[in-house]
């Protein structure tokens, strides 16, 4: 199982930008699509972003298409996801999770398809 720690959250400005980062630790990162959740008070957690194993194919949710970009570096055993024009309805915890078994069938995996996760990191997006 793969260890997965976030940072890079905080408070900014709408229109503003974000970049979080998922360290991984554990068996081998560069086995295990990465995907990155958000969860809203009161709300379920939800997909935002995507990746595969070799970094080649990436998917969104509507929500964050255009705004978001998921990207990682193997060598570094480390995910991102780069936050642009930011809105308060971006606001909530953000979890990075690794995949079970590789690459995924789904373009909107599900919280069941990822076997570890982060302790999350609060993203907070003020009008």
């Known amino acids: 199982q793969v260890q997965l720690v976030e940072s890079g959250g905080g408070l900014v400005l709408a229109g503003g930008s974000l970049r979080l980062s998922c360290a991984a630790s554990?068996?081998?990162?560069?086995?295990?699509?990465m995907g990155w959740f958000r969860q809203a008070p009161g709300k379920e957690r939800v997909f935002v972003a995507y990746?595969?194993?070799?970094?080649?194919?990436?998917y969104y949710a509507d929500s964050v298409k255009g705004r978001f970009t998921i990207s990682r570096d193997n060598a570094k055993n480390t995910a991102y996801l780069q936050m642009n024009s930011l809105k308060p309805e971006d606001t909530a915890v953000y979890y990075c999770?690794?995949?079970?078994?590789?690459?995924?069938?789904?373009?909107?995996?599900?919280?069941?398809?990822?076997?570890?996760w982060g302790q999350g990191t609060q993203v907070t997006v003020s009008s």
């Open positions: 999770a690794a995949s079970r078994f590789g690459d995924l069938i789904s373009s909107a995996p599900s919280k069941a398809d990822f076997g570890s």
């Open positions: 554990g068996r081998t990162f560069s086995s295990s699509a």
């Open positions: 990746i595969t194993t070799n970094g080649g194919h990436t």
